[in-house]
């Protein structure tokens, strides 16, 4: 396993303290960081060494987890985020996820989900919680082309496949197509609808109206 430094967002002491203390039982994880609240995390970005993963919870103080995400991707794009929390409203879901979450699992979530979930989204895997999937699965019908994000026809049956959670390599085979050729229409699909990840693409997506 790749090392993984983490930082963790969250305002609950007593949670936080029992997270902590779980990710440092762990080999190859460092929980270098703690904070209560968005405002003291992003102002360490600025000075401080910045961490692989970060664990945000959304109900926090001054800011919300969603907001900070956003800041995040503007200063520190290169950073996975995974939320962690008691949310699972739909809106809530698709918010965090369009904002550029990469992992979306609640706090009811076991120990070995969590450090799964981990290894999963630092290796470029999404990661939902049960609910939190059905959330999503029960949005996703047929993909329909939506002209304000200028999506060809192509464009819109791959991302049609990627809501359902379809590798590159079975997006090619599905559409008959090259691996390389499906990475071209995900990069395009990225671009146009200014996200930065496949969960954040398929959150829009879904808010937007582009899947039904």
């Known amino acids: 396993m790749i090392p993984i430094t983490i930082w963790i967002v969250e305002d609950e002491s007593v ?3 029992s997270l902590q203390r779980m990710l440092d039982r762990q080999d190859q994880i ?3 960081q703690v904070f209560p609240s968005c405002i003291p995390f992003l102002e360490a970005l600025e000075s401080e060494e910045h961490p692989d993963l970060v664990l945000m ?3 926090l103080p001054e800011m919300s987890g969603v907001e900070g995400i956003k800041k995040l991707n503007v200063l520190a794009p290169d950073i996975t985020v995974m939320v962690l929390t008691i949310f699972n409203e739909k809106e809530k879901v698709l918010e965090a996820l369009e904002a550029g979450a990469a992992g979306y699992l609640l706090k009811n979530a076991t120990e070995a989900e969590i450090i799964k ?3 999963d989204v630092f290796m470029g895997q999404s990661v939902l919680s049960p609910a939190v999937a ?3 699965l029960e949005e996703i019908r047929t993909p329909a082309p939506v002209g304000e994000f200028n999506l060809s026809d192509r464009e819109t049956e791959v991302l049609g496949l990627l809501a359902r959670d379809l590798s590159a390599k079975e ?5 008959d197509i090259t691996v390389r050729t499906t990475r ?3 990069s395009n699909i990225y671009e146009k609808l200014q996200v930065p990840s496949q969960t954040s693409a398929v959150a829009k997506a ?6 039904e």
Do not use: E, K, M, P
């Open 171 to 175: 997006i090619a085979s599905n559409l």
């Open 206 to 211: 879904i808010r937007s109206g582009i899947i």
């Open 184 to 186: 071209f229409h995900l």
């Open 30 to 32: 460092t929980c270098a």
């Open 57 to 59: 919870d959304l109900g």
């Open 15 to 17: 949670y936080r303290r």
């Open 117 to 119: 979930g981990i290894q």
């Open 134 to 136: 059905r959330i999503v």
